[in-house]
T-cell receptor, first 113, second 112 residues
């Protein structure tokens, strides 16, 4: 079982470039999430999607946009990358909105120079 | 705003010893999750605690939840080197998709 798959695994961008991080889950989960992980900061929620067709801002949404393309896929876009967006990005999914554990992808390590 | 605090943030201990990691959170919630992360890897779910007084055990790890005190503990019994990792607690923050709010993590090193 693939679970949650993220692409790419590594990426280096120049300041001002744009890119899209892809995430897909094969568990038929309703809710999907994007987090970023920075040293000593734990994980912080960027955006989430409670169901297909809906998206909402999390704790740190500035500089990002998302698309819930269908039930399986949830992408994160950086329109104009900044060095402050250097981080490890994790996509996660959950079966329902509460009382269920989240399953995480392998992460995308993004460096903006 | 929900805040989740873990302590200690760094812990070095010897094999065979017992220790407890604490997770405090600031607002009412009855959904508490523990995750493990190995260096350079993803997060692995350890425990899901969904009610006051919930206790779950897996091997040398035991987690508990006291919703009245807004406190969860992760207890390690007779630690072994393989348990070296970073441990995160996370609390369901409510809202449309109940996004998780994470603590900063406890970096645990277990030395022979």
């Amino acid at each position: 079982n693939a679970g949650v798959t993220q692409t790419p695994k590594f990426q280096v961008l120049k300041t001002g470039q744009s890119m899209t991080l892809q995430c897909a889950q094969d568990m038929n989960h309703n809710s999907m999430y994007w987090y970023r992980q920075d040293p000593g900061m734990g994980l912080r929620l960027i955006y989430y999607s409670a169901s297909e067709g809906t998206t909402d801002k999390g704790e740190v949404p500035n500089g990002y946009n998302v698309s819930r393309l269908n039930k399986r896929e949830f992408s994160l876009r950086l329109e104009s990358a900044a060095p402050s967006q250097t981080s490890v990005y994790f996509c996660a999914s959950r079966a329902g909105t509460t009382n269920t554990e989240a399953f995480f992808g392998q992460g995308t390590r993004l460096t903006v120079v | 705003e929900l805040k989740v605090e873990q302590n200690p943030l760094f812990l070095s201990m010897q094999e065979g010893k017992n220790y407890t990691i604490y997770c405090n959170y600031s607002t009412t919630s009855d959904r508490l999750y523990w995750y493990r992360q190995d260096p350079g890897k993803s997060l692995e779910s350890l425990f899901v605690l969904l009610s006051n007084g919930a206790v779950k055990q897996e091997g040398r790890l035991m987690a508990s939840l006291d919703t009245k005190a807004r406190l969860s503990t992760l207890h390690i019994t007779a630690a072994v080197h393989d348990l070296s990792a970073t441990y995160f607690c996370a609390v369901g923050s409510g809202g449309g998709a109940d996004g998780l709010t994470f603590g900063k993590g406890t970096h645990l090193i277990i030395q022979p």
